[in-house]
Protein backbone atom coordinates (compact mmCIF):
# COMPACT_ATOMS: atom_id res chain seq x y z
CA UNK A 1 0.00 0.00 0.00
CA UNK A 2 1.20 3.51 -0.87
CA UNK A 3 -0.12 6.53 0.75
CA UNK A 4 0.16 9.98 -0.07
CA UNK A 5 2.56 10.25 2.55
CA UNK A 6 4.27 7.88 5.27
CA UNK A 7 5.78 9.40 8.50
CA UNK A 8 9.32 9.65 9.00
CA UNK A 9 10.45 7.75 12.36
CA UNK A 10 13.89 7.98 13.86
CA UNK A 11 15.39 4.74 14.87
CA UNK A 12 13.28 3.65 18.10
CA UNK A 13 16.26 3.44 20.28
CA UNK A 14 17.23 6.96 19.76
CA UNK A 15 13.60 7.80 20.54
CA UNK A 16 13.93 5.68 23.48
CA UNK A 17 16.91 7.16 24.46
CA UNK A 18 15.56 10.61 24.83
CA UNK A 19 12.30 9.39 26.37
CA UNK A 20 14.30 8.07 29.12
CA UNK A 21 15.07 11.99 30.47
CA UNK A 22 11.52 12.36 30.68
CA UNK A 23 11.35 9.20 32.70
CA UNK A 24 14.50 9.78 34.57
CA UNK A 25 12.91 13.19 36.12
CA UNK A 26 9.75 11.92 36.16
CA UNK A 27 8.67 14.95 34.47
CA UNK A 28 6.57 14.58 31.16
CA UNK A 29 4.73 17.83 30.63
CA UNK A 30 4.72 21.67 31.74
CA UNK A 31 7.84 22.47 29.17
CA UNK A 32 10.03 20.50 30.75
CA UNK A 33 13.95 20.09 29.54
CA UNK A 34 12.74 18.90 26.11
CA UNK A 35 10.37 21.01 24.91
CA UNK A 36 12.78 23.62 26.08
CA UNK A 37 15.68 21.79 24.21
CA UNK A 38 13.84 21.40 20.79
CA UNK A 39 12.45 25.08 21.14
CA UNK A 40 15.90 26.25 21.38
CA UNK A 41 17.06 23.59 18.34
CA UNK A 42 14.43 24.52 15.87
CA UNK A 43 14.92 28.33 16.38
CA UNK A 44 18.35 28.02 15.35
CA UNK A 45 17.48 25.66 12.77
CA UNK A 46 15.41 27.46 11.10
CA UNK A 47 16.58 31.34 12.47
CA UNK A 48 13.54 31.91 13.26
CA UNK A 49 11.73 34.94 15.59
CA UNK A 50 10.55 33.55 19.23
CA UNK A 51 8.94 30.48 18.64
CA UNK A 52 6.59 28.69 21.31
CA UNK A 53 5.74 24.43 20.84
CA UNK A 54 1.82 23.51 20.99
CA UNK A 55 0.35 20.49 21.22
CA UNK A 56 -0.92 20.40 17.89
CA UNK A 57 -1.11 23.26 14.79
CA UNK A 58 -4.77 24.63 15.23
CA UNK A 59 -4.50 25.62 18.78
CA UNK A 60 -1.70 28.34 17.58
CA UNK A 61 -4.31 29.73 14.81
CA UNK A 62 -7.13 29.59 17.99
CA UNK A 63 -4.82 31.47 19.67
CA UNK A 64 -3.99 34.21 17.38
CA UNK A 65 -7.39 34.57 16.24
CA UNK A 66 -8.79 34.92 19.25
CA UNK A 67 -6.17 37.45 20.60
CA UNK A 68 -5.70 39.40 17.16
CA UNK A 69 -9.22 38.94 15.71
CA UNK A 70 -11.61 39.65 17.87
CA UNK A 71 -14.69 38.70 16.73
CA UNK A 72 -14.83 40.48 13.77
CA UNK A 73 -14.56 39.58 10.04
CA UNK A 74 -10.99 37.60 8.69
CA UNK A 75 -9.91 37.88 5.20
CA UNK A 76 -9.03 34.03 3.96
CA UNK A 77 -8.37 31.79 1.42
CA UNK A 78 -11.12 29.05 0.07
CA UNK A 79 -7.88 26.71 -1.03
CA UNK A 80 -6.79 25.42 2.08
CA UNK A 81 -7.08 22.34 4.73
CA UNK A 82 -10.12 22.73 6.88
CA UNK A 83 -8.58 24.00 10.25
CA UNK A 84 -8.61 27.31 8.66
CA UNK A 85 -11.51 28.23 8.19
CA UNK A 86 -12.72 26.05 10.97
CA UNK A 87 -10.54 28.05 13.46
CA UNK A 88 -12.24 31.13 11.97
CA UNK A 89 -15.64 30.34 12.76
CA UNK A 90 -14.48 28.74 16.20
CA UNK A 91 -13.63 31.30 17.61
CA UNK A 92 -16.61 33.44 16.47
CA UNK A 93 -14.82 35.16 13.61
CA UNK A 94 -16.91 35.40 9.76
CA UNK A 95 -14.74 34.32 7.47
CA UNK A 96 -14.59 36.41 4.19
CA UNK A 97 -13.06 34.57 1.59
CA UNK A 98 -10.90 35.75 -1.47
CA UNK A 99 -10.21 33.56 -4.21
CA UNK A 100 -6.51 32.23 -4.92
CA UNK A 101 -4.42 32.82 -7.58
CA UNK A 102 -4.18 30.52 -10.20
CA UNK A 103 -0.94 29.10 -10.55
CA UNK A 104 0.44 29.87 -6.77
CA UNK A 105 -2.88 28.61 -5.18
CA UNK A 106 -2.56 31.02 -2.47
CA UNK A 107 -4.62 34.15 -1.56
CA UNK A 108 -4.89 36.43 -4.25
CA UNK A 109 -3.51 39.23 -2.96
CA UNK A 110 -5.06 42.16 -5.56
CA UNK A 111 -8.15 40.62 -4.19
CA UNK A 112 -8.08 41.35 -0.66
CA UNK A 113 -8.60 45.41 -0.69
CA UNK A 114 -11.84 44.92 -2.21
CA UNK A 115 -12.97 42.66 0.57
CA UNK A 116 -11.91 44.73 3.09
CA UNK A 117 -14.85 46.40 5.41
CA UNK A 118 -15.12 48.54 8.61
CA UNK A 119 -15.64 44.88 10.38
CA UNK A 120 -12.27 43.64 9.16
CA UNK A 121 -10.11 42.88 11.71
CA UNK A 122 -6.79 40.37 10.65
CA UNK A 123 -6.18 38.49 7.42
CA UNK A 124 -5.42 34.49 7.83
CA UNK A 125 -4.13 33.56 4.96
CA UNK A 126 -1.92 29.70 3.88
CA UNK A 127 1.28 29.30 2.32
CA UNK A 128 -0.42 26.36 0.81
CA UNK A 129 1.75 23.36 0.09
CA UNK A 130 4.31 25.58 1.02
CA UNK A 131 4.13 28.37 -1.12
CA UNK A 132 4.55 31.65 0.67
CA UNK A 133 1.72 34.08 -0.07
CA UNK A 134 2.79 37.57 -1.86
CA UNK A 135 3.85 38.67 1.87
CA UNK A 136 4.80 42.11 1.37
CA UNK A 137 1.70 43.26 -0.84
CA UNK A 138 -0.29 41.62 2.56
CA UNK A 139 2.08 43.40 4.89
CA UNK A 140 1.44 46.80 2.86
CA UNK A 141 -2.23 45.97 3.19
CA UNK A 142 -2.40 45.21 6.56
CA UNK A 143 -0.67 48.21 7.77
CA UNK A 144 -3.02 50.70 5.71
CA UNK A 145 -5.81 49.01 7.23
CA UNK A 146 -4.64 48.18 10.40
CA UNK A 147 -5.23 44.57 10.67
CA UNK A 148 -3.39 41.76 11.57
CA UNK A 149 -1.76 39.13 9.85
CA UNK A 150 -1.67 35.27 10.75
CA UNK A 151 -0.02 32.79 8.59
CA UNK A 152 -1.64 29.28 8.26
CA UNK A 153 2.49 27.81 7.56
CA UNK A 154 0.81 24.64 8.70
CA UNK A 155 3.12 22.90 5.44
CA UNK A 156 5.76 25.33 6.06
CA UNK A 157 8.76 23.57 8.23
CA UNK A 158 12.27 24.35 6.55
CA UNK A 159 10.65 26.95 3.90
CA UNK A 160 12.39 30.19 3.63
CA UNK A 161 11.47 32.94 1.59
CA UNK A 162 13.67 36.14 0.25
CA UNK A 163 16.58 34.67 2.77
CA UNK A 164 14.22 34.18 5.86
CA UNK A 165 12.57 31.75 7.08
CA UNK A 166 8.62 32.08 6.06
CA UNK A 167 7.93 31.68 9.91
CA UNK A 168 8.82 35.56 10.07
CA UNK A 169 6.47 37.01 8.25
CA UNK A 170 2.93 38.33 9.42
CA UNK A 171 2.08 38.95 13.10
CA UNK A 172 1.77 34.85 14.00
CA UNK A 173 2.36 32.33 11.56
CA UNK A 174 1.40 28.95 12.72
CA UNK A 175 2.90 25.62 11.84
CA UNK A 176 1.58 21.69 12.47
CA UNK A 177 3.44 18.76 13.30
CA UNK A 178 1.26 16.41 12.33
CA UNK A 179 2.65 12.76 11.67
CA UNK A 180 1.58 13.69 8.10
CA UNK A 181 4.04 16.61 7.90
CA UNK A 182 7.55 17.23 6.87
CA UNK A 183 8.53 17.50 10.44
CA UNK A 184 6.40 15.54 12.99
CA UNK A 185 6.01 15.45 17.03
CA UNK A 186 3.10 12.93 15.99
CA UNK A 187 0.48 15.54 17.65
CA UNK A 188 2.58 18.82 17.92
CA UNK A 189 2.75 22.27 16.20
CA UNK A 190 3.93 26.09 16.86
CA UNK A 191 3.59 29.53 16.92
CA UNK A 192 6.28 31.62 15.59
CA UNK A 193 5.91 35.41 16.35
CA UNK A 194 7.48 38.92 17.11
CA UNK A 195 8.99 39.88 20.49
CA UNK A 196 6.03 42.22 20.65
CA UNK A 197 2.98 39.27 20.92
CA UNK A 198 5.29 36.75 22.80
CA UNK A 199 4.32 37.62 26.14
CA UNK A 200 0.77 37.19 25.19
CA UNK A 201 0.66 34.41 23.27
CA UNK A 202 3.08 32.40 25.69
CA UNK A 203 0.64 32.91 28.75
CA UNK A 204 -2.33 32.42 26.38
CA UNK A 205 -0.95 28.41 25.58
CA UNK A 206 -0.82 27.56 28.99
CA UNK A 207 -4.62 29.36 30.55
CA UNK A 208 -2.62 32.63 31.22
CA UNK A 209 -0.64 31.40 34.51
CA UNK A 210 1.74 34.02 35.86
CA UNK A 211 3.57 31.24 38.17
CA UNK A 212 1.29 28.84 40.11
CA UNK A 213 -0.98 31.41 41.94
CA UNK A 214 -0.88 34.10 39.53
CA UNK A 215 -3.11 34.44 36.06
CA UNK A 216 -1.67 37.14 33.49
CA UNK A 217 -4.91 37.01 31.58
CA UNK A 218 -7.52 34.22 29.84
CA UNK A 219 -5.92 31.09 28.31
CA UNK A 220 -6.44 27.67 27.30
CA UNK A 221 -4.00 24.69 27.34
CA UNK A 222 -1.54 24.87 24.00
CA UNK A 223 1.10 22.64 26.01
CA UNK A 224 3.20 20.36 23.98
CA UNK A 225 4.48 17.60 26.03
CA UNK A 226 7.81 15.67 26.87
CA UNK A 227 6.52 12.90 24.89
CA UNK A 228 6.07 14.93 21.70
CA UNK A 229 9.28 17.25 21.86
CA UNK A 230 11.00 13.48 22.27
CA UNK A 231 10.04 12.31 19.09
CA UNK A 232 10.71 15.75 17.56
CA UNK A 233 13.97 15.83 19.23
CA UNK A 234 14.92 11.71 17.18
CA UNK A 235 13.57 13.48 14.11
CA UNK A 236 15.29 16.69 14.11
CA UNK A 237 18.82 14.99 13.15
CA UNK A 238 16.99 13.65 9.97
CA UNK A 239 15.92 16.93 8.88
CA UNK A 240 18.31 17.97 6.02
CA UNK A 241 18.35 14.25 4.95
CA UNK A 242 14.32 14.35 4.82
CA UNK A 243 14.12 17.13 2.46
CA UNK A 244 16.75 15.78 0.02
CA UNK A 245 15.30 13.04 -0.24
CA UNK A 246 11.75 14.19 -0.95
CA UNK A 247 13.60 16.52 -3.75
CA UNK A 248 14.65 13.53 -5.44
CA UNK A 249 11.04 12.15 -5.62
CA UNK A 250 9.41 15.49 -6.33
CA UNK A 251 12.08 15.86 -9.05
CA UNK A 252 11.33 12.27 -10.85
CA UNK A 253 7.70 12.98 -10.88
CA UNK A 254 8.31 16.59 -12.80
CA UNK A 255 11.20 14.94 -14.82
CA UNK A 256 8.37 11.96 -15.58
CA UNK A 257 5.48 13.77 -16.02
CA UNK A 258 6.92 16.69 -18.11
CA UNK A 259 5.16 17.55 -21.06
CA UNK A 260 1.71 16.49 -20.20
CA UNK A 261 -1.71 18.20 -20.18
CA UNK A 262 -1.12 18.76 -16.71
CA UNK A 263 -0.48 21.77 -14.08
CA UNK A 264 2.11 21.88 -11.53
CA UNK A 265 2.51 24.05 -8.78
CA UNK A 266 4.13 27.28 -9.12
CA UNK A 267 6.74 28.26 -6.72
CA UNK A 268 6.88 32.13 -6.03
CA UNK A 269 10.38 33.58 -6.89
CA UNK A 270 12.70 33.69 -4.14
CA UNK A 271 11.47 30.43 -2.43
CA UNK A 272 13.95 27.99 -1.05
CA UNK A 273 11.09 24.93 -0.70
CA UNK A 274 10.67 22.30 1.23
CA UNK A 275 9.28 19.52 -1.06
CA UNK A 276 6.12 18.93 1.30
CA UNK A 277 3.59 17.91 -1.34
CA UNK A 278 3.65 17.41 -5.11
CA UNK A 279 0.18 18.49 -6.11
CA UNK A 280 -1.07 17.96 -9.71
CA UNK A 281 -4.07 19.78 -11.66
CA UNK A 282 -5.79 17.74 -14.25
CA UNK A 283 -7.74 19.37 -17.63
CA UNK A 284 -10.85 17.91 -15.83
CA UNK A 285 -12.55 16.33 -12.43
CA UNK A 286 -13.86 13.36 -14.41
CA UNK A 287 -9.96 12.53 -15.60
CA UNK A 288 -8.54 13.10 -11.62
CA UNK A 289 -11.80 10.84 -10.96
CA UNK A 290 -10.57 8.19 -13.62
CA UNK A 291 -6.99 8.08 -12.14
CA UNK A 292 -7.68 8.21 -8.32
CA UNK A 293 -9.78 4.97 -9.20
CA UNK A 294 -6.98 3.41 -10.92
CA UNK A 295 -4.85 4.10 -8.46
CA UNK A 296 -7.06 3.00 -5.86
CA UNK A 297 -7.61 -0.64 -7.42
CA UNK A 298 -3.42 -0.80 -6.76
CA UNK A 299 -4.00 0.16 -3.14
CA UNK A 300 -1.78 3.30 -3.88
CA UNK A 301 -3.86 6.18 -2.55
CA UNK A 302 -3.14 10.04 -3.19
CA UNK A 303 -5.61 12.55 -2.07
CA UNK A 304 -7.25 15.30 -3.04
CA UNK A 305 -5.74 17.98 -1.24
CA UNK A 306 -7.58 20.46 -0.87
CA UNK A 307 -11.07 19.42 -1.58
CA UNK A 308 -13.81 20.61 -1.06
CA UNK A 309 -13.36 24.37 -1.88
CA UNK A 310 -13.64 26.19 1.88
CA UNK A 311 -16.65 27.97 0.76
CA UNK A 312 -18.03 25.24 -0.30
CA UNK A 313 -18.59 23.53 3.59
CA UNK A 314 -21.87 22.56 4.44
CA UNK A 315 -21.76 25.20 6.93
CA UNK A 316 -20.68 28.18 5.35
CA UNK A 317 -23.14 30.10 2.87
CA UNK A 318 -20.69 32.38 0.80
CA UNK A 319 -20.23 33.33 -2.85
CA UNK A 320 -18.97 31.45 -5.69
CA UNK A 321 -14.89 31.27 -5.82
CA UNK A 322 -14.59 30.28 -9.45
CA UNK A 323 -10.65 29.36 -9.42
CA UNK A 324 -10.28 27.86 -6.14
CA UNK A 325 -13.28 25.63 -7.00
CA UNK A 326 -12.09 25.23 -9.93
CA UNK A 327 -8.18 24.00 -8.77
CA UNK A 328 -9.82 22.23 -5.90
CA UNK A 329 -11.93 19.67 -8.16
CA UNK A 330 -8.88 19.07 -10.52
CA UNK A 331 -6.11 18.62 -8.07
CA UNK A 332 -3.97 15.37 -7.00
CA UNK A 333 -1.43 15.29 -4.13
CA UNK A 334 0.64 12.39 -5.53
CA UNK A 335 2.58 10.21 -2.73
CA UNK A 336 5.57 12.05 -1.73
CA UNK A 337 8.06 10.76 1.40
CA UNK A 338 11.43 9.34 1.64
CA UNK A 339 12.05 5.66 0.30
CA UNK A 340 9.35 5.85 -2.08
CA UNK A 341 10.95 3.86 -5.11
CA UNK A 342 10.94 5.12 -8.72
CA UNK A 343 9.66 2.32 -9.87
CA UNK A 344 6.41 3.04 -7.90
CA UNK A 345 6.81 6.42 -9.31
CA UNK A 346 6.56 5.06 -13.09
CA UNK A 347 4.09 2.83 -12.42
CA UNK A 348 1.60 5.80 -11.00
CA UNK A 349 3.02 8.10 -14.23
CA UNK A 350 1.93 5.14 -16.30
CA UNK A 351 -1.69 5.25 -15.07
CA UNK A 352 -1.63 9.14 -15.20
CA UNK A 353 -0.47 9.36 -19.01
CA UNK A 354 -2.81 6.61 -19.74
CA UNK A 355 -6.01 9.10 -19.03
CA UNK A 356 -4.44 12.30 -19.99
CA UNK A 357 -3.14 11.62 -23.66
C1 LIG B 1 -2.38 20.10 9.08
C2 LIG B 1 -2.95 21.45 8.89
C3 LIG B 1 -3.47 22.20 9.96
C4 LIG B 1 -3.73 21.62 11.31
O1 LIG B 1 -2.67 21.09 11.95
P1 LIG B 1 -2.90 20.02 13.11
O2 LIG B 1 -1.52 19.87 13.66
O3 LIG B 1 -3.41 18.78 12.47
O4 LIG B 1 -3.85 20.59 14.09
C5 LIG B 1 -3.85 23.51 9.75
N1 LIG B 1 -3.78 24.05 8.52
C6 LIG B 1 -3.33 23.37 7.46
C7 LIG B 1 -3.25 24.06 6.14
C8 LIG B 1 -2.92 22.03 7.60
O5 LIG B 1 -2.51 21.35 6.53
Redesign the pocket.
Known sequence: MINVTKTFLPPQEEYNAILKRAWDKSWITNRGELVLELEDKLKNHLKTNALILTN????P?QIALKIFANKGEVITTPF??V??VSSIIWENCKPVFVDIHPEYFTIDETKIEAAITAKTTAILA?H?FGNPCHVSVIENIAKKHGLKVIY?A??CFGVSYKGESVFNYGNVS?C???A??LFQTG???AIFCNDESYETLFYSHNFGHDGPLDFHGLGINGKMSELQAAMGLAVFPYIDHIIIERKKVVDYYKDTLASLPIQFLKIREGTTWNYSYFPVVFESEAILLKVLEQLNALEIYPRRYFYPSLNKLPYINTPEMPISESIASRILCLPVYLGLKNEDIDLMVNKIKQNVS
Not at 56 to 59: A, K, P, R, V, Y
Open positions: NGTILSYATTVDAHASFHTKEGG
